[in-house]
């Protein structure tokens, strides 16, 4: 079991949404600091503020603007990471856009940031600063890789992507080698800002006018981050899971 306790993580798009949530959650279950990575200053203030209110601690912490498309200004938020805490144990790849206009700027948050994030951590970072013997890689799919999802194909290519790379790079024989566990969660509907880019500036019509079919309700990005941390913290290295309003499923291959 991945003990999340004295841990140090870095979150990417971790300003507001699900990445928020998985920064609160961790320090509940006594992470040591979390390390929020966002494009949106604003958010990136708020995000800090609402945490040190919340945890009555001002160490917890750390916001780092960065575009995670750009391979250069992701390395530099992982350098700032350990040249100010000496340590870092745990990556989630949560940053993430729905763009089906701009589809170069879609995959590259998207899919190529996952890659750059997991390899940066896998090859470079963790080897030297992991505090224990295992670290970990969360990566954030969404259900839609399973089915097609016509009003957004390149969206829903990006998340089937990190669902076949984390299978991949999380098999154990690539564990044995660098000791890091490596999951994806795939959320269902989760009530985020991401329900923003359903404009006109990010899909094309006629396919805009379907995806306001999209249920309002859903889980909080609370609810969620609480049950795919229970999730991470004793499933399998290269492993796929579902977790909806319905409950929490591994996705099993069977080819």
Same mark, same amino acid.
């Given at each position: 079991?991945?003990?999340?306790?004295?841990?140090?993580?870095?979150?990417?798009?971790?300003?507001?949404?699900?990445?928020?949530?998985?920064?609160?959650?961790?320090?509940?279950?006594?992470?040591?600091?979390? &390390?929020?990575?966002?494009?949106?200053?604003?958010?990136?203030?708020?995000?800090?503020?609402?945490?040190?209110?919340?945890?009555?601690?001002?160490?917890?912490?750390?916001?780092?603007?960065?575009? @995670?498309?750009?391979?250069?200004?992701?390395?530099?938020?992982?350098?700032?990471?350990?040249?100010?805490?000496?340590?870092?144990?745990?990556?989630?790849?949560?940053?993430?856009?729905?763009?089906?206009?701009? #589809?170069?700027?879609?995959?590259?948050?998207?899919?190529?940031?996952?890659?750059?994030?997991?390899?940066?951590?896998?090859?470079?970072?963790?080897?030297?600063?992991?505090?224990?013997?295992?670290?970990?890689?969360?990566?954030? &799919?969404?259900?839609? &890789?399973?089915?097609?999802?016509?009003?957004?194909?390149?969206?829903?290519?990006?998340?089937?992507?990190?669902? $076949?790379?984390?299978?991949? %790079?999380?098999?154990?024989?690539?564990?044995?080698?660098?000791?890091?566990?490596?999951?994806?969660?795939?959320?269902? +509907? %989760?009530?985020?800002?991401?329900?923003?880019?359903?404009?006109?500036? +990010?899909?094309?019509?006629?396919?805009?006018?379907?995806?306001?079919?999209?249920? $309002?309700?859903?889980?909080?990005?609370?609810?969620?981050?609480?049950?795919?941390?229970? @999730?991470?913290?004793?499933?399998?290295?290269?492993?796929? #899971?579902? @977790?909806?309003?319905?409950?929490?499923? $591994?996705?099993?291959?069977?080819?």
């Amino acid at each position: 079991m991945f003990d999340f306790k004295s841990k140090v993580a870095l979150i990417t798009g971790g300003a507001s949404g699900i990445g928020l949530a998985y920064a609160k959650e961790l320090l509940r279950r006594e992470s040591k600091v979390v &390390a929020l990575v966002d494009i949106n200053h604003e958010n990136g203030k708020s995000a800090v503020t609402q945490i040190r209110s919340e945890f009555k601690r001002d160490d917890c912490v750390i916001f780092i603007k960065a575009d @995670v498309s750009d391979k250069g200004q992701l390395q530099n938020a992982f350098d700032i990471v350990v040249n100010t805490y000496n340590q870092l144990d745990i990556l989630i790849n949560n940053a993430g856009i729905i763009q089906e206009r701009n #589809w170069e700027k879609c995959i590259a948050i998207n899919f190529t940031a996952v890659i750059t994030g997991t390899f940066l951590a896998t090859e470079t970072y963790f080897p030297k600063y992991k505090s224990g013997s295992e670290s970990l890689i969360i990566n954030t &799919a969404s259900k839609v &890789a399973f089915y097609p999802a016509y009003p957004i194909p390149v969206y829903a290519a990006t998340k089937s992507g990190i669902v $076949e790379f984390t299978r991949s %790079v999380g098999d154990f024989h690539r564990y044995e080698i660098n000791n890091t566990k490596i999951i994806a969660i795939c959320p269902g +509907h %989760v009530c985020t800002s991401l329900v923003n880019f359903l404009t006109e500036d +990010h899909i094309l019509e006629p396919y805009l006018s379907k995806t306001r079919e999209v249920e $309002e309700t859903g889980q909080t990005p609370e609810e969620f981050a609480r049950i795919a941390l229970d @999730v991470v913290g004793n499933a399998p290295t290269g492993s796929i #899971w579902t @977790v909806t309003t319905e409950g929490c499923n $591994e996705i099993k291959f069977h080819f």
